[in-house]
C-alpha cells in the first residue's frame, strides 16, 4: 500500500477498502502500523468505563444482557450515587489513564439521574480533583439535558451507532439507527466531543463493516470504540460464534486504511476475543484500547496493559 497517497487522500476509497479485505496479513498490519505511527507515533489512549445504572433497559438490543427482554443474570441497581463515583474513581487516580466514561443503562437517562450526573461533574470540578476526565454514555439525550450536561463541564459523549444502517434492524426493533444518529447530531450542536462506535459479530457481512465505517467518515467522527460480540447467556445472540481473532484484527486494519487519523479504541471482547492476540491490535492501527472491567463481564488488569505497553515500546498518552 502507497501510505503516502492515502495520507495524502485522507483514507482508502470504497473500492480499495473491498481489496483490503483479503490482503495477506502482513502486508495489511504493516500498512496499518504506518498509518498510526504516523498520525499517533508511539501513543496510545487509555480509559476505563463505570457500570454507572446497571440493568432492566427497554431497549431489545438481541446482543445485550442488560436488555429487560433477555434474560442474563446481570446485577440491576439504580443510578450511582456521587460517592460511589467518587470512590471508584480514586482507585483509578494514579493510574496514567486519560478517560472515565460513566455508562448508564437505558434508553436515555431520566432528567433525575442527569441532574444527579451534572452536580456530580460540578462538585468534582470545583473540588480540584485531578485525575482522569469524565464521559457520559447516557442514551438518547434530549437537548436540555445535554445542555445541563455541557454547563457542568462535561466534555465528551459517546453513543454507538452499532453497525450500518441496513442492518442495525436485525439487532434492535425498539429504536431506530436513525433515532441514535439524531442524538449524536444533537450533541455535537451542544459543543460536545462525540465518541461513536459500534459492535462486530453480529452476523453483519463485510460490506456492512464498509458502509458503517463510511458513515463515521461521513459523520466527522474521530472518536471509534471498536467492540467485539460476547455471545452473552439468556440473549437471542447466546449461540453467535465467537470472531476469530485474525478477524477481528483485520476490521481494526479495515478502519485505520479508511479513517486513517482517527482514533481507533479497542474495548468489549478484547480479552475473549482477541485472547493471546491482544498485543496485535496495535500492529492492526489502534492507538487507544479500554482498560480495567467491561459492563458485565470482567476485563483486563491495567497493571497487565501498562507491562504489554512497555513491552511494546509504546506510551500511555
Known amino acids: 500500500m502507497n501510505i503516502g497517497q492515502i495520507i495524502e487522500k485522507g483514507g482508502v476509497s ?27 507515533g508511539k501513543r496510545v489512549e487509555a480509559c476505563f468505563i463505570i457500570n454507572a445504572k446497571s440493568g432492566n433497559c427497554n431497549m431489545n438490543c438481541r446482543f445485550c444482557s442488560q436488555s429487560a427482554f433477555n434474560s442474563t443474570p446481570v446485577p440491576k441497581y439504580p443510578f450511582k450515587s456521587s460517592e460511589e463515583l467518587t470512590e471508584i ?3 483509578w487516580e494514579d493510574k496514567p489513564v486519560e478517560r472515565c466514561g460513566i455508562v448508564t443503562s437505558g434508553g436515555a ?18 473540588s480540584g480533583k485531578r485525575g482522569p476526565i469524565i464521559c457520559g454514555s447516557l442514551g438518547r439525550l434530549k437537548e436540555h439535558a445535554l445542555q445541563r ?16 444502517e441496513a442492518f442495525y ?23 460536545f466531543s462525540v465518541c461513536v462506535g459500534g459492535l462486530f459479530g453480529l452476523g453483519e ?27 452473552h447467556p439468556g440473549t437471542p445472540m447466546a449461540q453467535q460464534p465467537v470472531m476469530p481473532a485474525e478477524e477481528a484484527l483485520r476490521i481494526i486494519a479495515l478502519f485505520r486504511h479508511i479513517l486513517p487519523d482517527a482514533t481507533l479504541r479497542i474495548c ?15 500492529a492492526a492501527g489502534a492507538n487507544a484500547f ?16 501498562l507491562a504489554m505497553l512497555r513491552e511494546l515500546g509504546l506510551e500511555i498518552e
Request: proline residues 3%; aromatic residues 8%; glycine residues 6%.
Open 290 to 305: 479500554m482498560t480495567g472491567d467491561y459492563l458485565t463481564i470482567s476485563g483486563a488488569g491495567v497493571e497487565g496493559d
Open 169 to 191: 434492524p436485525n439487532i434492535c426493533t425498539s429504536q431506530q439507527w436513525r433515532d441514535r444518529l439524531d442524538t449524536i447530531h444533537r450533541a455535537k450542536t451542544a459543543g
Open 14 to 40: 470504497r473500492e480499495e477498502a473491498e481489496t483490503l479485505v483479503t490482503l495477506p496479513e502482513a502486508e495489511l498490519f504493516a500498512s496499518a502500523t504506518a498509518l498510526r505511527e504516523h498520525y499517533f
Open 149 to 164: 450536561l455541557k454547563r457542568a463541564g462535561l466534555d465528551r459523549i459517546h453513543h454507538n451507532l452499532e453497525t450500518s
Open 205 to 231: 457481512t463485510w460490506a456492512d463493516r464498509l458502509d458503517f465505517a463510511y458513515s463515521l467518515k461521513e459523520e466527522g467522527i474521530r472518536n471509534i470504540p471498536m467492540n467485539f460480540l460476547y455471545p
Open 109 to 126: 437517562l431520566t432528567d433525575a439521574d442527569v441532574e444527579q450526573l451534572a452536580q456530580f461533574i460540578e462538585q468534582r470540578k470545583a
Open 268 to 282: 468489549g471482547g478484547r480479552v475473549s476475543v482477541l485472547k493471546e492476540r491482544q498485543r496485535d491490535m496495535f
Open 89 to 91: 474513581i480514586a482507585r
